[in-house]
């Protein structure tokens, strides 16, 4: 389990290159980045808020490969001042994410079916986003897990068409 408290984490991951068939009968070759996480601190309405963002997908390509946005918005429970987690809450909440990641990239780790983007935690909540290559098969795991109440905090999602990656300005905003 990958630890996440208070620190910069560099995940080293390099996957060798994998050709892509798309829908669209055109082949990409894709070089599934090395993770480098940056840490952002941010108010929101008066209420901290902390990011951790992959900043290696700023430079992905080809970025037509992973088109969906998918974010999972958790509900923390054990909350300290300013609607952030407890300690204890952050490693729960820090496991549920390490879940949620294993299964939302799949079983292939060469050809994953998401690119963790980043992990956002304020105002009673923990927000996990991926880039998504086959939008199915995370909507089924995520309805799957949802009916079936097997989850240790309450969550909804969304999974948005993001052809040209809007809904990643933020994140992979360049940043001193």
């Known amino acids: 389990m990958i630890k996440w408290i ?16 798309m829908v669209k009968d055109k082949d990409f070759r894709v070089i599934i980045p ?51 987690p407890s300690r204890e809450e952050v490693e729960i909440l820090d496991k549920f994410g390490d879940f949620l990641d294993d299964k939302i990239k799949g079983a292939d780790k060469k050809k994953p079916n998401g690119l963790f983007l980043a992990r956002i935690t304020g105002n009673k909540t923990r927000e996990l986003i991926w880039r998504i290559f086959n939008p199915v098969i995370t ?23 993001d052809e040209d990656w809007k809904l990643t300005e933020w994140h992979l905003k360049k940043r001193k």
């Open 6 to 21: 208070a620190q910069l984490i560099v995940l080293s991951i390099r996957l060798p290159e994998i050709p892509i068939r």
């Open 34 to 84: 090395k993770q480098q996480y940056q840490v952002l601190n941010f108010n929101t309405d008066g209420l901290p808020g902390i990011a951790v963002v992959n900043k290696s997908l700023s430079e992905f390509k080809p970025k037509e490969v992973f088109v969906w946005h998918c974010s999972v918005m958790v509900q923390c429970e054990k909350l300290i001042e300013n609607g952030m």
């Open 139 to 161: 909507n089924d795991f995520l309805t799957d897990l949802i009916e079936r109440e097997d989850h240790i905090r309450n969550f909804d999602y969304r999974i948005d068409e």
